[in-house]
């Protein structure tokens, strides 16, 4: 091995408490910086662990696909206890036979079946609203998509306020039990946690009571179907009659329906509706923006009838939009690997059980590869523009094998969600000081760190 192979790339000199104050002030500024500092190969040593910060999108793309099993997840284990062994923790062949199953449900002509349903429960939403009155983006986007969800994909009808704000609820305690006693940074680079033992016990049992929760409800759903209309097609009947990969029997074990489940709510409860949210506060702090919208929309959408699944390819600016939130606001802000043996980068050896840190967040707000990427515009998405990005440049669901297998029901519902709202509606900010887009660490998601309330004005 050659002497320029055992260097090691740039990085700060820090120790973990100064670490640890970085990144719970502002993590995303924090990692900016050190980016802008260091270069898109960063290495930090934090007590025992090898950490290596990537912003290169090619070797992104090389982690992603070409050599994807050469890694594995970082926090598998310690989510395991909320997810199970669902399509989001599953590893190797357990994780492609999963996927095979459930592939049928997320296929282009299965996902735009959906759009009705998605566009009636977005017209159930917004027909509560009233003309002038201010409105809790996040709350209405949630239940927005919990009830898209839901409906689309287990067949029932999820419009009951007081169920919805337990589930609401009890996701966020168990999102914020992560961030409190795990941090999840401080978790995939380092093994101790700097709460208190008793820190500890109450987020715990708070934790626990939560789950107990969300298993009551999830296996109340999976007993439903099975004695009323198993043969309905949603997903728990599709995996009640698919073939378990493990036993060879039919049918998948009930704590497998449960653990996919799980995840397919959390993605809906933390990801696309926070999407939604951030969506609808930037168009609503633009008029520009938004009059261009409108007048898309009333030339598709003739007459102010609904949008349907065949509109999709005629929304071109509603589907820019959703991309350009996507790009400032991503979901999930970055994603980890660990190395499983040792593994060359470009001129560095990196050693078996360090960990990979890929961040959304930093490559698309990244001034290599986007003008003025502080400024939220959709007319930045030309076919030329797509054609001359790196393919890692933008990877709001991930990528490779593992990409999110809801990416086209999320982009659908993002579209179809900006139809259907502003069609009928205006959304201005209610301070005149406008919106505070400053996100806030929650799990591994971007959310809000500021409540987003605007005021909607009907068009008619």
Request: charged share 25%; with cysteine; net charge negative.
């Amino acid at each position: 091995m050659t002497n320029n192979r055992q260097q090691l790339p740039p990085g700060p000199q820090i120790s973990f408490s100064e670490f640890m104050v970085k990144v719970n002030d502002n993590p995303f500024n924090f990692l900016m910086d050190l980016i802008q500092k260091y270069g898109d190969v960063i290495y930090i040593k934090l007590q025992q662990k090898d950490v290596y910060i990537l912003s290169n999108p090619d070797y992104i793309e090389q982690i992603f696909t070409r050599d994807f099993k050469l890694f594995s997840k970082t926090r598998a284990a310690e989510l395991r206890p909320f997810l199970g062994n669902g399509l989001l923790l599953n590893e190797g062949d357990s994780h492609r036979q999963h996927r095979k199953i459930i592939q049928p449900l997320f296929l282009p002509k299965s996902i735009k079946s959906y759009s009705d349903i998605m566009v009636d429960n977005i017209r159930h939403i917004s027909d509560n609203w009233q003309d002038n009155s201010t409105i809790d983006v996040l709350q209405e986007m949630t239940m927005l998509a919990m009830g898209v969800m839901t409906e689309s994909l287990f067949g029932i009808n999820f419009r009951d306020k007081d169920t919805f704000s337990k589930v609401s609820d009890s996701f966020t305690n168990i999102l914020e039990s992560f961030t409190q006693v795990h941090q999840p940074i401080e978790n995939i680079l380092v093994e101790n946690s700097t709460n208190t033992d008793e820190d500890n016990k109450k987020q715990k049992n708070k934790f626990q009571d939560s789950l107990d929760y969300l298993n009551q409800k999830i296996y109340t759903l999976i007993d439903h179907i099975k004695k009323t209309n198993p043969e309905k097609p949603n997903l728990i009947s599709h995996l009640m009659k698919a073939k378990d990969p493990d036993s060879g029997e039919v049918g998948l074990p009930e704590k497998q329906i449960r653990d996919e489940i799980m995840i397919f709510l959390f993605a809906a409860h933390d990801t696309t509706s926070t999407a939604l949210t951030w969506s609808l506060a930037y168009s609503a702090t633009n008029q520009m923006i938004q009059d261009k919208l409108h007048k898309e929309l009333d030339s598709v959408l003739e007459g102010g009838r609904l949008p349907t699944g065949d509109d999709l390819p005629k929304l071109e600016y509603a589907e820019k939009i959703f991309k350009e939130t996507l790009r400032m606001r991503p979901s999930v802000w970055a994603l980890s690997r660990l190395t499983n043996e040792e593994y060359t980068m470009g001129e560095y050896v990196i050693p078996s059980n360090s960990v990979i840190f890929m961040s959304q967040y930093a490559m698309h707000n990244s001034p290599k590869y986007y003008v003025d990427p502080d400024i939220f515009n959709p007319e930045r998405w030309t076919k030329e523009f797509l054609f001359k990005l790196p393919r890692f440049a933008y990877f709001p669901f991930g990528g490779g094998i593992r990409s999110c297998i809801g990416e086209t029901f999320a982009v659908q519902e993002g579209i179809l969600a900006l139809a259907t709202i502003f069609q009928r509606w205006k959304i201005l900010p209610t301070e005149e000081a406008g919106i505070n887009f400053e996100p806030k660490r929650l799990g591994g998601f971007t959310k809000p760190k500021y409540p987003i309330n605007v005021i909607v004005k009907s068009r008619q």
